[in-house]
Nanobody
Framework: QVQLVESGGGLVQPGGSLRLSCVGS????????VTWYRQAPGLQRELVAH???????NYADFVKGRFTISRDNAKNTILLQMNNLKPEDTAVYYC???????????WGPGTQVTVTS
């Protein structure tokens, strides 16, 4: 059974940085596309960043130039480096595998990111 666990969230001031991690069990991320999503209160979950099994990345326009998705296959982990955070980045962040926009697994607990002064 595949389990996804996100971590690394927290409270940060505007302009700050965080690095999120997504650890998978029961799955070898190196063979899968993985996407970071986020969901703010009262809003639908939205795609943030995506990485293919070969390392090709894509980003939502609202994070381009600020966020970087990467994979550490040795640790079976997908990372999301978030720089220059803005209050509108406040959300619960989730990872999932499968084609972008078509998550294949059950959702993990997510990790809360709060950007506020």
């Amino acid at each position: 059974q595949v389990q996804l666990v996100e971590s690394g969230g927290g409270l940060v001031q505007p302009g700050g940085s965080l690095r999120l991690s997504c650890v998978g069990s029961g799955i070898m991320f190196r063979f899968y596309e993985v996407t970071w999503y986020r969901q703010a209160p009262g809003l639908q979950r939205e795609l943030v960043a995506h990485i293919t099994s070969s390392g090709v990345t894509n980003y939502a326009d609202f994070v381009k130039g600020r966020f970087t998705i990467s994979r550490d296959n040795a640790k079976n982990t997908i990372l999301l480096q978030m720089n220059n955070l803005k209050p509108e980045d406040t959300a619960v962040y989730y990872c999932n595998y499968g084609p972008s926009g078509s998550p294949a697994g059950s959702w993990g607990p997510g990790t809360q990111v709060t950007v506020t002064s």
